[in-house]
C-alpha cells in the first residue's frame, strides 16, 4: 500500500510559478508516477507523468511550461509549474501507477494523494 501526500499549493498571479511536492510512503521507485488536475464539474485530466526509468510525458495544455521530476531515493515526485494561467486553477492529484511506464488514464493509477488547491488569478 502506498500513501501520498501532496504539498506546495497556493494562491498565485497569471505568470508566476509554483513548485507541488508529492511524497510517497512506499517503495515507489519500480513504478510511474503522475500528476493529474480536476476543476468543479470537470473529470479528472493527465497533466504530466514520468515512468520509472525518468522519461516524462505532458498533456499539450502543459508541455513546455511544467516539468515534472522525481527522487526515487526520498521517493518523492514535484512538479514545477511555471507561466501559470488562469485554466491552470485546478485541484493537483498526484498518483503512483500499476506499472513502470504508467499512462494518461487515471484507471491505471491505483494510488492517489488527497490534492493541492491551485488558484491562479487574472
Known amino acids: 500500500q502506498v500513501q501520498l501526500v501532496e504539498s506546495g499549493g497556493g494562491l498565485v498571479q497569471t505568470g508566476a510559478s509554483l513548485r507541488l511536492s508529492c511524497a510517497a510512503s512506499?517503495?515507489?521507485?519500480?513504478?510511474?508516477m503522475g500528476w493529474f488536475r480536476q476543476t468543479p464539474g470537470k473529470d479528472r485530466e493527465f497533466v504530466a507523468r514520468i515512468t520509472a526509468s525518468g522519461t516524462s510525458y505532458y498533456a499539450d495544455s502543459v508541455k513546455g511550461r511544467f516539468a515534472i521530476s522525481r527522487d526515487n531515493a526520498k521517493n518523492t515526485v514535484d512538479l514545477q509549474m511555471n507561466s501559470l494561467k488562469p485554466e491552470d486553477t485546478a485541484v493537483y492529484y498526484c498518483?503512483?501507477?500499476?506499472?513502470?511506464?504508467?499512462?494518461?488514464?487515471?484507471?491505471?493509477?491505483?494510488?492517489w494523494g488527497q490534492g493541492t488547491q491551485v488558484t491562479v488569478s487574472s
Open positions: 498518483a503512483v501507477a500499476q506499472y513502470r511506464s504508467g499512462s494518461d488514464y487515471e484507471n491505471d493509477y491505483p494510488y
Open positions: 512506499g517503495r515507489t521507485s519500480s513504478r510511474a
